[in-house]
């Protein structure tokens, strides 16, 4: 039988309306830039329950029938993993407002910039994007990281 592994697990909702994604300009100085909202996972919540409320909590909207389109994960020096499930949908009602955790505003996807987003974002994207890929992993490696798609 195998080692126990401790997960932390986190989600992310790419909303779509047009050509246009909804960002979320974090103001946390660890993890600062565009991204799209997301959080935690609670006790008693069901994955597409926690994201459904995180996304409610951080821009106003109640997102319907977020689909999983990819996980980026990784596992710290102490063995616990760290997952992110990504959701994307373009159902949503309500009045768009910002949070604690940043402003929220419609921006068209094409005019993204690498420079303005958290650090792995445009990694993220290709999971949103890519059919061919659903899982973003980062590895150990000798000079860093070393992301793996599959």
Avoid at 26 to 31: A, G, K, T, V
Avoid at 72 to 93: C, H, I, P
Avoid at 101 to 112: K, P, Y
């Amino acid at each position: 039988m195998g080692q126990q592994t401790v997960v932390e697990l986190t989600n992310m909702c790419m909303i779509t309306q047009g050509d246009k994604v909804l960002v979320q300009d974090r103001l946390d100085p660890d993890w600062r830039g565009l991204t799209f909202p997301g959080g935690h996972v609670e006790a008693g919540e069901s994955l597409v329950e926690s994201v459904i409320r995180e996304v409610k909590e951080e821009t106003g909207l109640l997102i319907r029938h977020p689909a999983l389109c990819g996980i980026k994960q990784w596992e710290f020096d102490n063995g616990k993993r760290y997952m992110v499930l990504l959701y994307q949908t373009a159902q949503f009602s309500g009045e768009l407002r910002g949070s604690a955790e940043g402003r929220v505003f419609w921006m068209r996807r094409a005019d993204l910039d690498p420079a303005a987003t958290t650090p792995d974002f445009a990694d993220m994207l290709k999971l949103y994007s890519d059919e061919r890929f659903s899982e973003l992993t980062y590895k150990p490696a000798r000079n860093g990281l070393l992301k793996c798609f599959f």
